[in-house]
T-cell receptor, first 111, second 113 residues
Framework: NAGVTQTPKFQVLKTGQSMTLQCAQD?????MSWYRQDPGMGLRLIHY???????DQGEVPNGYNVSRSTTEDFPLRLLSAAPSQTSVYFC??????????FGPGTRLTVT | DAKTTQPTSMDCAEGRAANLPCNHS???????VYWYRQIHSQGPQYIIH?????ETNEMASLIITEDRKSSTLILPHATLRDTAVYYC??????????????WGLGTSLAVNP
């Protein structure tokens, strides 16, 4: 079991570029989420999914898109990167609310 | 969602018990208390959760006061590897929008040799 995997580990983008952060889980979990973590702040929920084909917005969804075509994958798309999106991004999957499994994170810098 | 209050930082000697407090005075009857930790630069890791009764697992114990307004996470024999930020979160188990955890800043625990 690889658990939750995220790629890439590190990424540098220029303002205005787009990219997709990948997240995959092999635990057959229904639920998946994307968070961002900034210095001095707790994790903030960007988008989440309660199953294939079903997604919803979290606290800070602007500038990000998601889709969930399979149970395993939950990619996060940055449409037009901005310096304010410089952050560490974590993907999580879970079958019940309390025990979320997190990936190792993607460290994104937007210049 | 009930708000939680935790100390910003704590120290503990290696081998001793680490007691991390959390105040959640506005918790409602159907809200659980969850604890996660985040070791530097890694993704958060689930530790334990509880509703009313005290809970224990291989990692820690959770003591919830009778009025449920506060709780304490206990690491019985702290090691250097327990140095991390510990998050106390309160949330219900309802469907839909309730399936979200709201994270605070947590307590930064330093275990010293």
């Amino acid at each position: 079991n690889a658990g939750v995997t995220q790629t890439p580990k590190f990424q540098v983008l220029k303002t205005g570029q787009s990219m997709t952060l990948q997240c995959a889980q092999d635990m057959n979990h229904e639920y998946m989420s994307w968070y961002r973590q900034d210095p001095g702040m707790g994790l903030r929920l960007i988008h989440y999914s309660v199953g294939a084909g079903i997604t919803d917005q979290g606290e800070v969804p602007n500038g990000y898109n998601v889709s969930r075509s399979t149970t395993e994958d939950f990619p996060l798309r940055l449409l037009s990167a901005a310096p304010s999106q410089t952050s560490v991004y974590f993907c999580a999957s879970y079958s019940s609310l309390y025990e979320q499994y997190f990936g190792p994170g993607t460290r994104l810098t937007v210049t | 969602d009930a708000k939680t209050t935790q100390p910003t930082s704590m120290d503990c000697a290696e081998g001793r018990a680490a007691n991390l407090p959390c105040n959640h005075s506005t918790i409602s009857g159907n809200e659980y208390v969850y604890w996660y930790r985040q070791i530097h630069s890694q993704g958060p890791q689930y530790i334990i959760h509880g509703l009313k009764n005290n809970e224990t697992n291989e990692m820690a114990s959770l003591i919830i006061t009778e009025d449920r307004k506060s709780s304490t996470l206990i690491l019985p024999h702290a090691t250097l590897r327990d140095t991390a930020v510990y998050y106390c979160i309160v949330r219900g188990l309802g469907a839909g929008n309730n399936r979200k955890l709201i994270w605070g800043l947590g307590t930064s625990l330093a275990v010293n040799p």
